[in-house]
């Protein structure tokens, strides 16, 4: 059996490692996510053996499995210790979040030896940079004129985060919580509430990039992520007051234009199966829409 471990912010150097040498532009492979969503999947844990990063986990209401398993070594031994360790563990052996990249790849060492299923829900929104930055033709002419009524409305100015502004954005969070009932309540909301302090908490630690609208003297809309690949970035959590007209569509250009500039492609996550949340995600028209699902034995 491997012998997992909690994931820690000491960790961070370890696992990045592996991270920086991958070429999937999948969020699951950030450690700020892993970090700050440890206690959600509530056995998260990582052991490096055989020149690979395992990760294991288990989300709620969902079997126990493991990430695609990262490094130089050779794939069909990784994924033959994986499935030795989930048996030894009286579980069913499966992969989660796993792109058709990644299934190729598997395919190619261990032919006809597993079931591929995609979740819609877990596929993520992948869009080009310069899209999201210039917001040029007609298809985004809606988003245009958000950001100029914006610009006419209120006073304004971007602000990269830093530790001085983590406080003001932390009110901030409060009171987009106060808009959506309080996060308190529903659980999902809990769970990102206690992702968000841990972020800013150990912001510096994590390596995130984040900025933040100030309007009208105050901070109401803040945005942060980290790079997933050399040419992808993540963004990891948007927030702007509903009050705020044009506010998120601003808060969205601008962080992609003073943070990911130097990226092609901008991933920016999962709609989690919400439909408000996947027409928001269509209306910028994803150059990629990143399937993923999960494998298991036949």
Known sequence: MLHFKPVTIADRETVQAFFSKSVFRNCDF???NIFSWEHFYNTTFVAIENQFLYIRFQAAGELPGYLFPLGDGDLTSALECLMQDAAERNDEFRLYAVTREMFDQIECVMPGRFFYETQRSWSEYIYSSEDLIHLVGKKYQSKRNHINK??????WEYLPITREIIPDCLK??????????GCNSEQSLIEERIATHKVFANYEQLGVTGGALRINGEILAYSYGQALTADTFGVHAEKCL??????FTMMNQQFAEHNCAGYRYINREEDLGLESLRQAKMSYHPEILLEKGFVRER
């Open 30 to 32: 950030s450690f700020s």
């Open 150 to 155: 914006f610009k006419r409305t209120y006073q």
């Open 172 to 181: 901030l969070y409060d009171r987009w919580c106060a808009e959506n009932g």
């Open 242 to 247: 509903y009050e705020i007209d044009g506010g």
